[in-house]
């Protein structure tokens, strides 16, 4: 992990955790201890109190993402939600997120895939990027109640993208 990526990571978690108000809040960021540590594949389920996320490499390579939350979250968040990706990086570069705002029953997959990806920046104009075997990916999901509007919580994950 570079710098850069922690710093990032750093920064996005200290803004979401400072802005939400209501009991749930979290992360399931598997960012490593260190550099040695290894991050885990994108592949199965990631579980947390706020939501169980599902990703599966397709054979044409896209990674596909199931976002559930979970029956905590949603005695908290009420009956209906606002979910969003307002950030998402690939191997430490920030990306133009690959989910926009969603409002549903909290009891909806909101669900999407990643294939195709830009780079946010000047310098990345107009380029488009594919998403490899073992780019590190992070997504960083923003969950707002409708239903409780002093209500929220974020959820974010970082792992590596599997073989397809």
Known sequence: MTIRTAIRRTTTLALFSSV?????AGTGVAAPASASA???QCKGEFKHAVSNVT???????????????TAAARSNLGSLVNVSMPQAFVSGYEINPPYGPHT????????????????????????????????????FWLIKSIS??????????TCKVPSA
């Open 20 to 24: 939400f108000l209501g009991s749930l």
């Open 38 to 40: 290894s991050v885990p």
């Open 55 to 69: 990703f599966a490499r397709m054979p044409n390579g896209r990674l596909t993402w199931s976002f559930k939350l």
């Open 104 to 139: 549903r029953a909290s009891t909806y997959d909101f669900h999407s895939s990643i294939k195709g990806y830009q780079r946010k920046g000047s310098r990345w104009k107009g380029r488009n990027f594919t998403i490899k075997t073992n780019d590190e990916i992070s997504f």
């Open 148 to 157: 409780h509007p002093r209500s929220g919580a974020y959820r974010a994950i």
